[in-house]
């Protein structure tokens, strides 16, 4: 199934929808030609939401063969409006625009509606309206401030809905997607982690042959997962190099090579290199430089090793889909059509190696979502404690000790930091929540202990709830749990007299503070 992005914040959300269906779907950019299209063959077209209205001149059209492809098409919201512009009908700015929850009255309780109730919820989100159905088109439901709420052409079975039938909210949403899937489209449930797994092993063994691969393991479920699957199709052709750049979490450098060693059998290079991390940003203050200059060193110690290591001809990296998606401009300026593509913070990852050393890529996680990624690593044996790790960015804690990073500033962030996941886990809440750590601020306060008076660090707690990362809210946990951590952290930790707990969203508030 193909989703063609308008520059909907839901398009993601409606190619996971399909794939919980068990039906393999991809987003494309609107600018995908029928003729693209026809060589991709797919059983069935969604057209996203967009922010523009269709009659503005920037706005973003889809190629008009796409509607003589004899393929079933789903238009949503904008894609629907597009749908019937293009194919004659009429648009218009509505009297009342229409945001949140409605009512579904059904006139036609067939096909694409087919066990959707009369009444159900439905979210909706727009201020334009279809006025007039091209021809052959016939009326499917309405709702009290919406005419055409649901139209469709049952013959050229092209569809459109004026709701987001793939937002939570929207009751009915996934019983309308499975019509659309499986009686419209004729998919079969064929998308699931076991056919994948056996997929991607049958193809990571046709391309390597006999070569060698290199992994870069950092701990994470992509990477761990990665290095599961990669064992498995090609045993010890691949190196997994675990670079310690003295950023991560009390003891997990250790705990990591160990669990590979000990416990996976799988084998890994340990790669110690604190102290030149350390030195490249010695006195730098500004995260970009800091994680510039970590990025930089990422690579020259990766490209060191990999020589000293190799000669490799594949490096495996654990890019995924949103990575993919995201690379791919999908973002369209609501003004002028155009894409844009925002960069916020410079995530580093081993991009910019040296001429004679460009491994040919391989990245079999590239059409997976995280919690996909999630599923295969359990289907193949990974431990539930690396799958559902949180989220730990590259540069690690270098980014978490505002301003100057320093060993004795490292130990005091790294003991908080262990008495925060303890009691994370003790509360039950290490699974409940997206990420919860802990920051060191740069600046000194003054407080009493015993009869002394301390002039030490504060450290913030940082705790949100995400769906993806892209926002966020800070949890809501009870102040028993916080009064614990601020105890523990002050008086186990040295050079720290204060604890503050973080209640900012993101936005605009980003989760880490670097
Ligand atoms: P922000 O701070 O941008 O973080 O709201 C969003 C998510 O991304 C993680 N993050 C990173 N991950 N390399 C990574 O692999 C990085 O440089 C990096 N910076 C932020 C962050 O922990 C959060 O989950």
Avoid at 464 to 474: K, L, N, Q
Avoid at 504 to 511: E, F, Q
Wanted: aromatic letters at 8%.
């Amino acid at each position: 199934m193909v989703i063609l992005d308008f520059g909907s914040q839901y398009s993601e959300l409606i190619a996971r929808r399909i794939r919980e269906t068990q039906v393999y779907s991809e987003v494309l950019s609107y600018r995908t030609t029928a003729a693209q299209l026809r060589q991709l063959n797919p059983k069935g077209i969604i057209l996203s939401g967009g922010p523009s209205s269709v009659y503005d001149s920037a706005a973003p059209h889809c190629d008009p063969e796409i509607w003589a492809l004899g393929v079933p098409v789903l238009g949503v919201c904008y894609g629907m409006q597009l749908m019937v512009q293009q194919l004659g009908g009429g648009v218009e700015r509505s009297e009342l625009a229409e945001y949140g929850k409605a009512s579904l009255m059904i006139d036609d309780p067939t096909d694409l509606l087919t066990n959707v109730e009369d009444g159900t919820t439905m979210w909706m989100s727009h201020g334009d309206s279809v006025t007039q159905l091209p021809e052959g088109f016939e009326l499917l439901a309405h709702t009290a401030n919406t005419a055409c709420a649901a139209v469709a052409h049952h013959d050229r079975k092209l569809y459109g809905v004026q709701f987001h039938p793939e937002v939570v909210h929207s009751i009915g949403g996934l019983a309308l997607i499975r019509n659309f899937v499986y009686h419209i489209c004729q998919c079969e449930p064929t998308w699931t982690t076991d056919a994948f797994v056996e997929e991607a092993i049958r193809e990571i063994r046709a391309r390597v042959g006999n070569k060698r691969v290199l992994l870069a393991l950092s701990g994470g479920v992509d990477s761990s997962t990665l290095a599961f699957l990669l064992y498995r199709a090609i045993g010890e052709q691949l190196t997994c190099m675990f670079i310690d750049q003295g950023f991560m979490r009390k003891l997990e450098p250790e705990r990591l090579v160990k669990l590979f060693r000990e416990q996976f059998h799988i084998p890994v290079a340990y790669v110690n290199a604190r102290e030149r991390f350390l030195a490249q940003i010695q006195g730098v203050t500004d995260p970009e430089v800091k994680r510039k200059r970590i990025g930089h060193e990422f690579i020259r110690v990766f490209e060191e090793e990999s020589r000293r290591l190799g000669p490799f001809d594949y490096l495996a990296q654990g890019t995924l889909y949103p990575d993919v998606i995201e690379s791919a401009d999908t973002n369209v300026d609501p003004q002028t059509g155009e894409r844009v593509a925002v960069k916020i913070k410079s995530h580093h990852n081993v991009g910019g190696l040296p001429k004679d050393l460009q491994f040919k890529l391989i990245e079999p996680l590239r059409k997976l979502f995280k919690d996909e990624v999630r599923k295969v690593g359990r289907s193949i044996g990974l431990p539930e404690e690396i799958v559902l790790r949180q989220p730990f960015p590259g540069p690690g804690l270098a980014i978490r000790i505002l301003g100057e990073v320093t060993e004795d500033r490292l130990d005091i962030l790294r003991d908080a930091d262990l008495i925060v996941r303890q009691e994370i886990n003790r509360a039950g809440l290490y699974n409940e929540l997206w990420q919860a750590f802990a920051v060191l601020l740069p600046i000194r306060s003054v407080g009493v202990m015993g009869d002394q008076r301390t002039y030490a660090y504060p450290i913030v707690l940082r705790f949100v709830s995400s769906e993806d990362g892209m926002t966020a809210d800070w949890s809501r946990v009870s102040y028993d749990l916080l009064e614990t951590i601020s105890n523990r952290i002050v008086n186990e930790v040295r050079g720290v007299n204060r604890v503050v707990y973080d209640i900012t969203s993101k936005p605009p508030g980003t989760i880490e503070w670097e």
